[in-house]
């Protein structure tokens, strides 16, 4: 059984090896999301993400993390990056063979990348009234189970019960698979924008937005 809560301010080492094994295991494949290593997602974003609440994950308990590990990573490609990809790029023992195990995490705060003041969002929002998705991540082992529409419709209950007027995020156009779990999330498609990213530049991304 998933259980989606906040990472615990004592969990960074688990957290960030949750995406470092994420990273690893699509690199080169059809669903490679072109994170790297130290830089996206940063060890700094993630443990200042953590450390003011902002970092949701997915955690399975001994039982189901055990069960998924002893079929050897079947399904490990069922599809793609089931989150589709924050900053259009999304992604655990990374738990640490403790009683629990990271199966999927995102970070939900009020900072949208550079060129997201210029999207035409249909809903109206001052700073600090809309969430932004990033780093939506399910370990591949775990694609498939709808892990990810759990962790997603979770964080947006929290964005409604903080009283936020919308939950935005982007993903790669060529994302569909991400893109169906945020329509079936409610999501809207807001059409194509070219966003700027550090380590990627100029980047055609999909725009999704939910008015809460």
């Known amino acids: ?26 690199r080169g494949t059809d669903f490679d999301v072109l994170w790297e290593h130290g830089i996206h997602p940063s060890p700094a974003f993630l443990r200042e993400a953590i450390s003011a609440g902002q970092v949701y994950v ?26 589709g990809g924050d900053d259009a790029r999304e992604g655990g023992d990374p738990g640490g063979g403790g009683a629990s195990r990271i199966a999927c995490a995102l970070v939900m705060d009020e900072e949208g990348e550079a060129g997201y003041e210029d999207v035409p969002w249909r809903v109206p929002a001052q700073p600090g009234e809309a ?9 591949p082992v775990f694609h498939g189970r709808g892990y990810a529409r759990q962790l997603v419709a979770a964080s947006v209950e929290a964005a409604r019960a903080a009283g936020k007027k919308a939950v935005r995020l982007d993903t790669f156009v060529t994302n569909a698979r991400g893109r169906r779990l945020y ?25 999704y937005e939910k008015a809460l």
């Open 1 to 26: 059984m998933l259980t989606v809560r906040m990472a615990r301010t004592d969990e960074f080492e688990q957290v960030m090896d949750f995406y470092t094994q994420m990273i690893d295991e699509m």
């Open 58 to 83: 997915g955690v399975l308990d001994e039982g189901a993390a055990g069960d998924a590990s002893a079929r050897g990573g079947q399904g490990a490609h069922e599809g793609a990056n089931a989150g």
């Open 131 to 139: 969430y932004v998705l990033h780093v939506v991540a399910t370990l």
């Open 183 to 207: 329509e079936s999330c409610g999501f809207d498609c807001l059409g194509t924008h070219v966003l700027r990213y550090g380590n990627l530049g100029p980047t055609a991304v999909a725009l």
